[in-house]
């Protein structure tokens, strides 16, 4: 019974290997194309801008700060606990700046990752619906850096993912 099982097995598992169907498509050709994704960079970038602003400003305070303390620096009229306390505030202040850099960065990266969850969802999906509607068995990414070998038998399927999603 055992030998007729393996026998059995021996014979359908190749069987069964030569009848699947393997894709890949070009996410970032896909995503560069979908019309969210450039909704989404134009929401980046204005964000960016605001961020980028805010912090030109708070670094023209900095200068300010620091170009008022060298004023005052060989004053021998100025006492030392006032250049004490003007050099405190530079310090404070570069740290607020680096702060509000860091801050900036994390909000930054947190909107890309919000924006961008629904697009990629969108973008599975309609991978997931040509897969099912073309019999791949599975479909792989077709970035360069991936894939190590490709044989013929391969179909790309980027045109119709992108033909599901509506994108030209």
């Known amino acids: 019974?055992?030998?007729?099982?393996?026998?059995?097995?021996?014979?359908?598992?190749?069987?069964?290997?030569?009848?699947?169907?393997?894709?890949?498509?070009?996410?970032?050709?896909?995503?560069?194309?979908?019309?969210?994704?450039?909704?989404?960079?134009?929401?980046?970038?204005?964000?960016?801008?605001?961020?980028?602003?805010?912090?030109?400003?708070?670094?023209?305070e900095l200068q300010k700060l620091y170009t008022d303390f060298q004023a005052i620096q060989n004053d021998a009229n100025t006492p030392e606990s006032i250049k004490e306390r003007r050099m405190q505030e530079i310090q404070d202040r570069a740290a607020k700046v680096d702060q509000f850099r860091q801050t900036a960065s994390q909000d930054l990266q947190r909107q890309h990752e919000q924006l961008m969850a629904p697009i990629e969802q969108k973008l599975r999906d309609a991978i997931k619906a040509v897969g099912q509607e073309g019999g791949f068995t599975f479909v792989f990414p077709s970035d360069p850096g991936l894939i190590l070998y490709q044989g013929n038998d391969v179909t790309d399927v980027t045109p119709l993912v992108k033909t599901k999603l509506g994108i030209k």
């Open 1 to 60: 019974m055992l030998k007729k099982l393996v026998l059995v097995l021996a014979v359908v598992l190749p069987m069964s290997a030569f009848a699947q169907k393997f894709g890949t498509v070009n996410l970032e050709t896909v995503l560069t194309a979908m019309p969210e994704s450039t909704a989404m960079q134009e929401q980046m970038n204005e964000a960016s801008k605001k961020y980028e602003a805010e912090f030109q400003k708070l670094q023209e």
